[in-house]
């Protein structure tokens, strides 16, 4: 396994989840304003013609891509999230059984004279 993917720590993972939903959260807002600026532009009294059609057509295409990409990356998160939270519920089972086994308080190689 590769050193880096390795030490990775639940810590890390939920801070990046954290900043992928906000990041998730600003695109909706920016999607918010994209919406407003759509119905000023299909707004015969705005914005007519040719032009119009033209814009129309590729902000409404846009936006149906949009919403779809938005969705899936809160999916993404919330998919994270349960998973960093399994993982830990496992970590903290396992760990909880070798100290039950080994009959430890606590993991430590300062209780061990093989490292000393």
Not at 15 to 27: G, T, V
Not at 31 to 56: P, Q, V
């Amino acid at each position: 396994m590769h050193e880096a993917i390795s030490r990775v720590e639940y810590k890390v993972v939920e801070e990046y989840n954290n900043n992928l939903h906000q990041k998730a959260l600003e695109m909706n807002k920016l999607f918010e304003t994209i919406k407003i600026t759509a119905r000023i532009l299909e707004d015969e009294s705005n914005f007519s013609g040719k032009g119009k059609e033209y814009f129309t057509k590729k902000l409404n295409e846009f936006m149906s891509n949009f919403d779809e990409i938005y969705k899936e990356i809160e999916n993404c998160v919330i998919y994270i999230a349960a998973c960093s939270d399994g993982y830990q519920a496992i970590d903290s089972k396992v760990a909880k059984d070798i100290l039950e086994n080994l009959n430890l308080s606590e993991l430590s190689l300062k209780q061990s004279t093989i490292f000393h």
